[in-house]
């Protein structure tokens, strides 16, 4: 199956699984536009190391509505069309409720769900219209095993991708009838920068140990979960929160 043609937006696309979907994506066929943060360097290496032409990156907070706006009137601005959305930039901050402040508690719900629920939401809602206007597209949320499992360290991390599970299903009844399907997929730690301080430190091996096939997931096999779900021929998965977390929690 391939993405000839189509046009795809992927957030936090500078490194790790956001780089890898890129990737994929790029490799079945489509152009791609990726968003970083602050890391221009790594977001454009992601773009120069993309196969096939027509990829760009773009500097933005997607926790500010007015950049996420303005990002979406970029991208079709330059392309025409968006296809296929990835929401998968996130934040993923420690805050024992017992060892963080009341003024950090409040910071971090803050930041946590401006970037991994509120972020994704209004992209959702910037893009629909023009896939709408297309006859269709694809959405696919990063999710998290921790939206299942519990985050007692990342309390605001494991709530937005709860809620994050929540908005994908709400979306995919919602834009059922317009032919876009929403799903979302829900890694468990991903052999990246981000997991890298956790993975290597003095709770590794015990992460590890969680983890019935020897290994962590890597970036790659997460992306090959998106770039299928964000291909044609797969509508009826809509609504679906796919877990790719190497069995280290099952839910029923």
Known sequence: M?????????????????RAVAHELAGRGARVAVTYATNAAAAQGTVAGLPGDGHRAYAVDVADPAQVRDLVAAVIDRYGRIDVLVNNAGIYERQ????????????????????NLLGPAHL???????????????IVNVSSRGAFRGEPSHVAYGASKAALNSLTQSMAKALAPHNIVVTAVAPGYVDTDMAAPYLHGPQGDAIRADYPLGRITTPEEVARLVA?????????????????NGASYLRT
């Open 124 to 138: 959702i809602h910037a893009v629909v219209p023009h896939m709408v206007a297309a006859g269709g597209g694809r």
């Open 228 to 244: 299928f779900l964000a291909t044609p021929g797969t509508e009826s998965v809509t609504g679906a929160i796919v877990d790719i």
């Open 96 to 115: 024992p409720v017992l060892e963080t402040s009341y003024e950090q508690w409040q910071d971090i719900w803050r930041r946590t769900l401006d970037t």
């Open 2 to 18: 391939t993405l000839d043609g189509a046009v795809a937006l992927v957030t936090g696309g500078s490194r790790g699984i956001g």
